[in-house]
């Protein structure tokens, strides 16, 4: 085997490694109906700041991150951590980026599929019959971002048979102030998606029970022909190089 073989295969190798850890971020770009667009944090952004949500996957795992001020008894109000909601079909929100979605509220917004139960870990699936009392709202309380979607009825949605989709609170903040991380391990199976041979476009959203910051936004996962593409691309461009050298 030629060097320039070996350099060609340790290249492909390495591509399909670095595309298979591909990466996402959704940026807190959604501030929802309950108060001033302007106003993205409502209260003290010390406590309820929500930074940033990253999000990795491979062929079985979509993993979700949310960067986020808020812990349980950051507050006098007793406000809890809510639930991570998931669409498979897409991100579709009332309103428009330009004013950050100012008239969302759990009302009118992208209808997600599926919650997982920051508490248990539970995965739970949303019938579109009755959708809203699947939903719990972060009321309209004056300490609170009014009429938001925040955690899953567990009494009236459906838990997902045989799921294996998890919660990890062990990073979380404990200190006013201080970026926390809550993360999630979200199956594909679990959601519907046996395989990535298309592209998915998925919807995620993630607050507080208070709604005071939101977290929502859209992603899309590319073709694993696409990755491959991808890869030998990279291939080529190496050899390309060495050519010239």
Known sequence: MTSRIKHALTALSLSVAAVSAHAVT????????????????????????????????????LYVSVFTNFFEGADSYGHKYGDLFISVDGWSPFGNAADRYKDDDITNGEKWEFALDTS?????????????????????????RKNQEVAVNTSKATLVAGETS???????????????VLSFTLTLADLGITDLSSSTALGLRWAATCANDVIEGGLSVPEPGTLAMLGLGLVSL??????KA
């Open 120 to 144: 248990t870990g539970d995965l739970y699936s949303l019938s579109m019959v009755d959708y809203m009392d699947q939903l719990v709202s972060s009321g309209t309380s004056s300490s609170v």
């Open 166 to 180: 998890s919660a990890d609170l062990s990073g979380v903040s404990t200190t006013v102030g201080t970026m926390g």
């Open 26 to 61: 959704i940026n807190d770009g959604y501030n929802g109906a309950g108060l001033s667009y302007n106003a993205d944090v409502f209260g003290d952004p010390n406590v309820y700041q929500v930074d940033r949500m990253e999000v990795t996957y491979d062929s079985d795992n």
């Open 238 to 243: 190496s050899l390309s190089r060495r050519k």
